[in-house]
């Protein structure tokens, strides 16, 4: 599809958004199943990004559990030499010595794997970051998934000559996370869907997007434990392979470019820039009406929107949500797969099925539980405590069991710690709000970047605690976790009752007017509703002055010249109630 086609694709979505969105509001009555077939439709209409990132978490779920399998083996027979019989029964209880300092090699491999991780995506998302903005989001999402394509293929051929060492794979991770790894796609991703979307309807396809990214991994490592069993490792590599490979062809052929032609500086006085293209961080920093920075030029915009002066207490409610968000890293599990195989003797395919269905009903709970919380009108910090409970409890649980007679207990494990997943989302939330408006693409990319640095950390601290203590506390790890999430939840708690007041004190008194303007027949519209910025309103409302004095319209023959007001509409009233959330 060519740049202009691609153009007037999205185009005809966004204002399909918008149509829909002022359709919603009309009382005429309509049956359930009318609406529901709407609803269907609707989405059915905007689905782009979404199958291709059930399959890539589909081949990520599939490739993962088998990965580590295949590197304790390379680990136990090449790097320290033991037997056959010794690596196909380590686990049994009766090798524990040949168990132990297995675990103690693999991983120290795999945070050897998580420095390149955690470090080498930051110098590139700096770089693609901005030129995202300039040149388009497929080019970043093309590069990471033909990376993974590449980790694959070096797994299969590892997995193919049995005489070739574990250090081979770390070709493969260097190779994916040159070209940005998650962190670039995330960025890549969201971006998109920020480009695509109106702000009216932006939290409910984001929920689309992670509910439908989130949801392949457990089927994928289903299907890696089956396949494993059955055929061993190659084939399951060889799955993941074909899987990113369609997954780069869908983005290649299928989805247009949503970054439209740069804006000249005749439209750039008179259109303010989308949220979605100001995800990078670099327009409001910029002089440039091209919206083209540097580097430098975005880490300073990031730096900014995290230390930049800010009224009353918000710059302090950003540092101490971005901290926390960082630190629930610290809460989730770690050497999962290795605690499995030392206490419960686990293999690859025990571990599947358990960990698919966790996260399952993980992700199908916190669906729930985020929409009974709007339903309930509970903030989102609110949200977060109960999901780092949940989480407390889950891992809790996890520290009592003590041998493989207990693994009933990892079921009332999934269940307690069952709302865990709805903790980030609800977190993010409180970033955009806390933010403010325009600035919620900065302040994610700003979060996604101190996450990427933190796994640096978080992978020290956990590595070396569970080699410590593998061979008389492997539970460790589990109550580190839930002494993190005791402590967030005291954090958030007091972060959220300082929020509540704040807001409530700076909330005006406003009543709703609506704005009639004298010049019907030239105007598109009798009123003055709130419009999106690449809509080419005729009439706009500002949201930055929420007072209810109207200022006189100008009326000119061009049509597109804009008549402001600052009358306090509904839509603001919405935003207030949010800030007070």
């Known amino acids: 599809m060519g740049s202009r086609e691609a153009e007037e694709g999205l185009k005809e979505e966004w204002m399909s958004e918008k149509k829909d969105d002022m ?346 539980w985020v929409w009974i919380a709007a339903k309930a009108r509970l903030t989102d910090s609110t949200v977060a405590v109960v999901g780092l409970i949940s989480l407390a409890l889950w891992s809790l649980v996890l520290s009592c069991i003590g041998g493989p007679n207990l693994w009933w207990l990892t079921i009332v494990a999934s269940v307690l710690g069952s709302l865990e997943a709805s903790i980030e989302p609800a977190l993010r939330s409180v970033l955009t709000t806390v933010g403010g408006r325009g600035e919620a693409g900065r302040v994610l990319t700003l979060a996604g970047l101190l996450q990427a640095a933190f796994l640096t950390l978080d992978g020290t601290l956990y590595t070396f605690t569970y080699n410590t203590f593998v061979d008389t506390l492997p539970q460790i790890n589990f109550l580190i976790q839930a002494s993190w999430c005791v402590l967030l939840v005291l954090i958030l708690l007091a972060l959220g009752m300082d929020l509540t007041q704040y807001q409530t004190n700076l909330t005006p008194t406003t009543t709703t007017t609506t704005v009639t303007t004298p010049y019907q027949d030239d105007l598109t519209t009798t009123t003055t509703p709130y419009q999106d910025d690449d809509l080419t309103p005729t009439t706009t409302c500002q949201d930055d002055d929420l007072t209810t004095t109207p200022t006189t319209p100008t009326h000119q023959d061009d049509l597109t010249t804009t008549t402001t007001t600052t009358t306090t509409t509904s839509e603001q009233h919405d935003f207030i109630r949010k800030k007070q959330q």
């Not at 905007?46 to 890539?56: A, D, G, I, N, T």
């Not at 040159?178 to 991703?189: D, E, I």
């Open 23 to 368: 359709e919603g509001t009309e009382t005429t009555p309509s049956s359930p199943l009318t609406k529901v077939s709407r609803h269907i439709m609707k989405a059915i209409r905007r689905v782009r990004l979404e199958p291709m990132l059930f399959l890539k978490m589909m081949a990520e779920g599939n490739f993962g559990v088998v990965a580590d399998t295949l590197e304790v083996q390379r680990i136990c027979r090449l790097s320290l030499g033991y037997s056959d019989d010794n690596c196909t029964n380590m686990d049994d209880g009766n090798h524990s010595d040949v168990q132990l300092e297995v675990q103690v090699t693999q991983n120290n491999f795999n945070y050897n794997q998580l420095l390149i991780a955690s470090l080498l995506p930051l110098f590139v998302v700096i770089f693609v970051g901005p030129l995202s903005d300039r040149y388009g989001r497929k080019p970043p999402m093309l590069a990471v998934l033909a990376g993974f394509a590449a980790l694959a293929v070096v797994y299969l051929v590892e997995a193919l000559q049995p005489t070739w060492p574990v250090e081979v794979l770390y070709l493969g991770t260097a190779v994916v996370n040159l070209t940005g790894s998650w962190v670039v796609f995330n960025m890549a991703v969201y971006s998109y869907v920020a480009d695509i979307t109106t702000p009216d309807t932006r939290t409910r396809r984001l929920a689309l997007v992670d509910a439908c990214w989130y949801m392949g991994g457990p089927l994928g490592r289903l299907l890696g434990g089956w396949v494993y069993h059955v055929g061993g490792s190659a084939p399951v590599f060889l799955i993941s392979l074909i899987l990113w490979v369609l997954c780069f062809l869908y983005v290649l052929i299928l989805i247009p470019e949503s970054v439209r032609e740069k804006p000249t500086p005749q439209t750039t006085t008179t259109t303010t820039l989308t949220e979605g293209h100001q995800s990078g961080g670099c327009c409001s920093s910029c002089s440039s009406t091209s919206c083209s920075c540097g580097p430098l030029q975005h880490i300073a915009s990031l730096a900014r929107t995290a230390c930049g002066k800010r009224d009353g207490h918000e710059r302090s409610h950003l540092l101490i949500t971005l901290i926390v968000l960082l630190l629930v890293t610290l809460g989730q599990g770690h050497q999962m797969y290795l605690w499995a195989r030392r206490v419960l003797a686990w293999g690859p395919e025990e571990f599947s099925t358990w960990t698919s269905i966790d996260s399952l009903l993980h992700q199908l709970v916190m669906v729930l």
